[in-house]
């Protein structure tokens, strides 16, 4: 009975002799795609593949895509390879880049490099036999020098390679490399047998020399009717632990023959904005966002298909200007000090899509719109609704949001108005929810939260500037709540706050009580209690933290932290979670 996968395989295997993969390259029948990475092999990495080649170990698997007529992306030849030009590739390499371009270059002569087999390490001459590859010497045995471009360099290698180092670039012409080789020892020693020699050196090439030319390379190759999105999905499971590769890289070949160069327009933008470099933004979310304004989608599978070169050229400038406006909007007005705040980067594509529209009204109007724009932000945040289908929700609240954030008018996204926002959620959550942790901090900041130290507001430069170390610490110290045996965990969000590094060597493992007197000492009462309220502590000889009451503190804090998020949501907080009350 034939199996599902014998009757319809996804893909050909077929063994491809090593020279006929370098005759391919040579003839531009084999290419890379313009999104491969460049060869970063060094010569050990190379001296190793052909260790493996002439020892007959298996060296993976390489991955071949078939191309049509009309070529999807652009390409390029292989590094020493003859320029493509006007040609284009029947096969492009997904996997196998590094692994093909170091065989191609050594068995060519091409390179930074030159490779050579010496052959007296392969053989024992008194013993008339060719030596198995687990007794040859292969630190010897295979040798690579520079390509010479000094006379210094030349002589250099002169004194490296030696009448026995067989140029491996010379493969294809062994036999008439041995017999001026043979030649060369004769003439030096008359009593050389050389019809026993040249026995010995020709059973050496079948066993090492050989494989260079016939090693079949197992090749899986992929038809030109794969999908885009598989061949993306391949490549980034692929490149896991390598630089990644994914869809912005094959958009950029897929486009280039339409003259629109992504990398171009990508290091344009960081150029130009600051924040995408500060921020580390992925090039992929730019397209995401074009994508939403081109066809209502976020989805990969819409950016891979639907994505248009005419959408870049339409929408990529007002998409990054909105990327850049969204992050500065949130660190001046939404206390997102720092990349390590961002709660959600997905937040930005359906707002960085909006903006555009926004920065066209009046001003008044405009003003009215960020307003909405950062409700939508917070209402994200703490109703953590990107924690899943993160691209599915960008799609749902552009959808809603392009009209509501504009005008005022419509449906807003679900987050603003129907999902709930539970105050026991903020009571119980730990720093392991990601999205509400930074959301807090960023909620302090923007309530003007001060530095402990100077009593300045928590500005990005304060934050950020170098040797104040301003980072998420305590309050109530974890080895002090240890210590005392309270029940309720130290990981909780509220027990967390921004404190500059000398603070918190005041804090220590100390009781709150202990710790807050040295601080009044050092920074006194009155600019103490101004520190605290702004970061929603409740101080005074009764507030919890004063009597090292652990649980009245989460108490005190989450009351005032409920007030902020209020102000910042615009909505009223459910007191308990939906399904929850006495057992």
């Known amino acids: 009975m034939t199996s599902a996968y014998e009757s319809d395989p996804i893909f050909e295997t077929v063994p491809r002799q090593l020279s006929n993969l370098v005759t391919r390259i040579r003839g531009r029948e084999i290419a890379l795609p313009d999104f491969q990475r460049d060869f970063v092999w060094d010569a050990t990495k190379t001296e190793e593949l052909i260790r493996s080649i002439i020892s007959k170990f298996p060296v993976g698997t390489l991955l071949f895509w078939k191309q049509g007529a009309e070529p999807l992306f652009a390409s390029r030849e292989f590094e020493g390879a003859p320029k493509l030009g006007d040609k284009s590739p029947a096969e492009l390499v ?36 060719v030596l ?45 490399w041995l017999d001026e080789y043979v030649d060369e020892l004769s003439s030096h020693d008359d009593k050389i047998s050389i019809k026993g020699i040249k026995s010995l050196y020709r059973r050496m090439r079948d066993k090492y020399i050989v494989p ?15 999908p885009i999105e598989a061949v993306c999905t391949i490549f980034e499971t692929l490149n896991r632990t390598g630089k990644p590769l994914g869809p912005f890289e094959l958009l950029t070949a897929r486009y280039y023959p339409q003259k629109v160069n992504l990398r171009e327009y990508w290091d344009e933008a960081r150029d130009n904005y600051k924040a995408l470099v500060d921020f580390n933004i992925d090039p992929y979310n730019v397209l995401q966002a074009v994508c939403l304004r081109s066809h209502n989608s976020a989805q990969r599978s819409d950016v891979l298909k639907k994505l248009t070169a005419d959408n870049i050229k339409e929408h990529w400038t007002p998409v990054v200007k909105g990327i850049a406006g969204v992050l500065d909007m949130l660190q001046s007005d939404c206390g997102v000090v720092s990349p390590k705040w961002l709660p959600y980067g997905m937040l930005l594509i359906p707002m960085a899509a909006t ?34 289908g993160a691209n599915s929700q960008v799609g749902a609240d552009y959808s809603l949001l392009k009209e509501w954030a504009v005008t005022g008018e419509g449906s807003a996204p679900e987050a603003v108005d129907d999902l709930p926002l539970n105050a026991s959620t903020i009571r119980s959550a730990s720093t392991r929810r990601k999205a509400l942790y930074a959301g807090l901090m960023c909620l302090l900041v923007k309530s003007r939260a001060e530095d402990f130290h100077t009593g300045q507001a928590l500005t990005v430069h304060r934050v950020n500037e170098t040797g104040v170390q301003i980072d998420s610490h305590h309050i109530f110290p974890k080895a002090w709540l240890k210590k005392a045996e309270k029940k309720e965990s130290p990981e909780l969000l509220l027990n967390r706050s921004l404190i500059d590094a000398e603070t918190n060597r005041i804090i220590r493992d100390r009781a709150p009580s ?26 005074g000889p009764e507030a919890g933290i004063s009597r090292d009451d652990y649980g009245a503190f989460l108490d005190e804090r989450l009351a005032t932290v409920l007030e902020l998020l209020e102000r910042a949501t615009g909505r009223t907080l459910l007191e308990e979670e939906a399904g929850e009350g006495d057992d």
Not at 102 to 122: N, P
Not at 367 to 387: G, I, M, P
Not at 515 to 522: E, F, N, P, S, V
């Open 132 to 176: 198995e590859f687990h007794d040859v010497n292969f630190d010897k045995a295979i040798v690579s020098v520079p390509v010479a471009t000094t006379k210094a360099q030349e002589k250099k290698n002169g004194n490296l390679i030696g009448i026995s180092h067989f140029p491996i670039a010379q493969v294809v012409t062994f036999d008439d």
């Open 94 to 129: 997904l996997d196998g880049q590094q692994r093909l371009t170091a065989l191609y270059q050594a068995l060519t002569g091409t390179g930074d490099e030159r490779f050579y087999l010496k052959v007296d390490e392969f053989v024992s001459v008194e013993k008339d036999e």
């Open 514 to 539: 202990e710790y807050l007197k040295d601080m009044a000492k050092t920074y006194g009462e009155d600019k103490l209690r101004s520190v605290l309220a702004s970061h929603a502590i409740s101080s």
């Open 355 to 388: 903006w555009p529209e926004i920065q066209d009204l009046k001003p008044l109007d405009r003003a009215k719109a960020f307003e909405r724009l950062q409700r939508f932000f917070w209402c994200s945040v703490f109703t953590t609704n990107y924690d899943q």
């Open 212 to 226: 260079l030319r016939s090693y079949g390379l197992p090749v899986l190759t992929l038809p030109e009717t794969t």
